[in-house]
């Protein structure tokens, strides 16, 4: 069990270079991204909104 959060756990294919983005929708809570894996499994990224001035 090493470093399984960081490449799928079906293929193998590394989570940080995303095989398909698929869509990004801005919210309150930041940038939600959808991406597809190589295999063909569908994944959400939230990256948190940091300019809160
Ligand atoms: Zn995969």
Known sequence: MTGS???CARCGWPIDQPFQVLSRHR????????????????RMHLTPATSTI
């Open 27 to 42: 919210t309150s809570e930041g940038l939600v991204t959808y991406t597809r894996c190589a295999c063909g499994l569908l």
């Open 5 to 7: 959060d960081h490449h």
